[in-house]
């Protein structure tokens, strides 16, 4: 069983940044893919961006490209997420997840096997 955990969350004005962290427990990291998600109230989770199990493959979501970087240090079992220049919009809940079928560019929820319990970023302008 996988058990993962998000930190780093909290309050920061716009065009600042934040880093989130993902760490995990149990299982084998480097046989899953990573996700990061995020949910804004009144909103579907969507997808932020993913990663390769080892680190050499990234997607992102349109509205983050080029702000938001993903990585992940398989030795310490963790995937990061770099947030820069936020904005308001980018004001939700976080979530990483894993996908044991490895493809990072998985965008539905459902291809995720497990989930961290999430950390509230809210940026204001």
């Known amino acids: 069983q996988v058990h993962l955990v998000e930190s780093g969350g909290g309050s920061v004005q716009a065009g600042g940044s934040v880093r989130l962290s993902c760490a995990r427990s149990?299982?084998?990291?480097?046989?899953?893919?990573m996700g990061w998600f995020r949910q804004a109230p009144g909103k579907e989770r969507e997808f932020v961006g993913g990663?390769?199990?080892?680190?050499?493959?990234?997607d992102y979501a349109d509205s983050v490209k080029g702000r938001f970087t993903i990585s992940r240090d398989n030795a310490k079992n963790t995937v990061y997420l770099q947030m820069n220049s936020l904005k308001s919009e980018d004001t939700a809940v976080y979530y990483c997840?894993?996908?044991?079928?490895?493809?990072?560019?998985?965008?539905?929820?459902?291809?995720?096997?497990?989930w961290g319990q999430g950390t509230q970023v809210t940026v204001s302008s």
């Open positions: 997840a894993a996908n044991r079928r490895l493809n990072w560019r998985d965008r539905d929820t459902r291809d995720y096997d497990y």
């Open positions: 990663i390769s199990w080892n680190g050499d493959n990234t």
């Open positions: 149990g299982g084998t990291f480097n046989h899953y893919s």
